[in-house]
């Protein structure tokens, strides 16, 4: 399962997301969204856990919850909108 977290602190790392989502499973792959030209965090990222039951326990775990000194908004993410027309 793909978990959005938003509201990220603007320091944090995948490092950071993968320790604070393995107290609930095994974590495939954690990633900050960075901006392609500024280099900065966008204040969002994702965390990939393969086994679903524990990725739910992670999203009814870590919502709302603080990391980094900032309360994280938890879900599961949502299928990327296809943005080919975009100008």
């Not at 974590?27 to 900065?40: C, H, L, N, P």
């Not at 994702?46 to 009814?60: G, L, R, S």
């Not at 990391?67 to 080919?84: C, H, Q, T």
Request: no cysteine.
């Amino acid at each position: 399962m793909n978990i959005y977290i938003g509201n990220l602190a603007w320091d944090a790392t995948d490092e950071d997301l993968k320790q604070a989502f393995e107290k609930f499973g095994e974590v495939a792959r954690a990633t900050v969204i960075m901006d392609r030209f500024s280099g900065k965090s966008k204040g969002f990222g994702f965390v990939e856990m393969p086994d679903k039951d524990k990725a739910a326990e992670a999203i009814k775990g870590m919502d709302g919850k603080d990391l980094m000194g900032r309360s994280v908004r938890v879900n599961e993410a949502k299928p990327r909108a296809d943005n080919r027309d975009r100008p």
